[in-house]
């Protein structure tokens, strides 16, 4: 079983940054892909940007340029690193873990961000 545990959400101003962490526990195997998905209210859940424990990465275009994904295979941590925010990026943040042999998935409880002035 794996635990994902997120943090960094809040409440930042457009154009302003903010940091998502999430640390993963338990029986961690490879091959993996570790990412973070969103949604918003009365929307789905959708893809943020994805990690390969082997460093390939994968951004959705409506946050290419802005967001940084980047992993600590050592810490079983995934970071996400946000700028530019913008009201549109107000969402539930949600970690993932997903291993790409089987894909069986874990999902984190999620972090709140919420860009507004």
């Known amino acids: 079983q794996v635990q994902l545990v997120e943090s960094g959400g809040g409440l930042v101003q457009p154009g302003g940054s903010l940091r998502l962490s999430c640390t993963a526990s338990g029986s961690i195997f490879r091959i993996n892909v570790m990412g973070w998905y969103r949604q918003a209210p009365g929307k789905e859940r959708e893809l943020v940007a994805t990690?390969?424990?082997?460093?390939?990465?994968n951004y959705a275009d409506s946050v290419k340029d802005r967001f940084t994904i980047s992993r600590d295979n050592g810490k079983n941590t995934v970071l996400l690193q946000m700028s530019s925010l913008a009201p549109e990026d107000t969402a539930v943040y949600y970690c993932?873990?997903?291993?790409?042999?089987?894909?069986?998935?874990?999902w984190g409880t999620g972090t709140l961000v919420t860009v507004s002035s």
């Open positions: 993932n873990l997903r291993y790409i042999l089987n894909g069986i998935t874990y």
């Open positions: 990690i390969t424990d082997g460093g390939t990465t």
